[in-house]
């Protein structure tokens, strides 16, 4: 029900419950205000007629009901300023207009029919803060005194028109004021409606905001964002940790110093990273290196991003900065055991080549021993050209020569051989007479050895393994099948991924380093061709390796 009560009632969102606890007072003293004010302006209109009335014409007050009317009025009006109306219902409250419309009624009796327009105080009073049947209610009690006054007096036509006039003015702005009034609330309704969904909105986005910033602050890569005059408009837990930075409006001077390389340069403060991000500068993975507050170098990957302006912020570059501190540690402890271990290998290498170099010189070898110590040398040829390339940190030089891959296949194949007999493994090679290629015939039989060694190394005792090596149209196609344990489909993806070793592979306890399918495939690009593995667990692996065929017009070319 609109008034008094339903003020109450909108006043109080059920999901404020800070408000909840101030709202009883606010409401206590807003709606007791109300009612004393239109009381109050009853009672100064009377007052001020009363005093119109003392001064024109004071005869008036020979009427008693005249008299009554104003003591009552200024009695009601007093005695409204001293009730609790907070713990009053509406019905008890709508006794006010009810009452003033009686003393009102008893000022007008016999006397001026002016002063029935005091009426419209009541009445715009109840039209306001009622509804409609509480309106009519008091338009019937005013018709109630009016046609009583009038038989009470003398039934006159003067008297019965100015009764219905008195009655259809109220009437009509009654009407038009509770109209009016029930837009309004409804309009009131409204809007508060709207405040608290907008409060609720911007809640939710508090929230969001929240739990963005502790998203932000949970990652390990050290993030910043920065605006176009270099001011640091936000930074995370990660990126002050980096920087030792308490206050992230003022990160200058940090004791965090950038170097370009690992105790290199200090960068110059227009080359530093926040200065690049500032003036917006965009760049991926650029790799400097940081020496902390506490001493320790970081090895760091700075990318940044432009953020787009928004209604609250102009527009910020992202600068994200990744610690890669320990892979490159790793790297470098790699490289480092590589080259020593490769430094291990030469003597021993010389010595062994040195020694088959002096077999071979005598006379008295059988044929076949010679053909043994050749495949052994050539071996050992290729892993000294190897360990040069390591120690030089330069990949072998690759080379465009006319290689017969025949002859490498059937190289590796023969070089096989023992171990497959050992393992009592068929080994069924099948490969075509003509199959050049162009490349560098030592990186090609790095591959072959690889994916031979592979079928040989994960095919259990008793198994096939199968060598193809073909002409199809342009390209030489090499096919190495075996029935060996086999590769997941999971664990298929992965097995070019460097130091990958399958489930399969690792549970059968064979040793591997899970490098040398990343080199074939590497070394088949280079050539240009291509390299695929179909696998099918616990039934065997294929591996192919297309190559494009050169022809002997093809072999002049090269040549030259
Ligand atoms: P190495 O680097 O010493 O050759 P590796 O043989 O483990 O070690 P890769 O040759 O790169 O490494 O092979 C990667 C993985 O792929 C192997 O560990 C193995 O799990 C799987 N794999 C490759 N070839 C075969 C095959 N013929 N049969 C079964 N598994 C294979
Ligand atoms: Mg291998």
Redesign the pocket.
Known sequence: MPGYADDRARELPSDAPSRRHDAPHRWISSRTRSIWHWQLAVAVAVSAITVTVALLSPETFTRPTFNAGVTLTIAVSAAALAVPWHRLSKPAVALLPAIDIITIGLMAHQGSELLTLLWVFPVTWLATHYTLPWLIAGLCEIAGILVTGTLVTAVTPDRTLSVIVVLLALAFIGITITTTARRTRAFRRLLERQFHQLERTLRRVEAQEKRAMALFNSVDTALARVDRRGVVRGANHAYRRLYAIGDVANPHPTAAVEYDTYRGNPLPPQRTMLARAGRGELFDDHRFWLFDAEGMWHALDATTSASPATPDEPEVTLLALRDVTAAVTAEQEKSTMTTMVSHELRNPLTAIIGHIDLLLDRDDLPADAIDNLTVVENAGQRMQRLITSVLDGSAPTPLAERVDLRRVVAASVDAFHPVAQTAQLTVEPAIDPDLHVSGDAFRLRQVVD?IL???V??TPRGGQVRVEARRVGREVRLTVS?T????SPA?IER?FEPY???E??RASGIP???????ISREIVHEHGGRLELT?ALGHG?D?VVHLTAVDAADAERIAE
């Not at 591997?512 to 990343?518: C, E, K």
């Open positions: 690889n060694g592979n079928a190394k994960y075996d060996g344990i086999g590769i664990d097995v990958f070793r399958a399969t592979a591997g380093t899970g490098l040398g399918m990343v696998s692996t591996v």
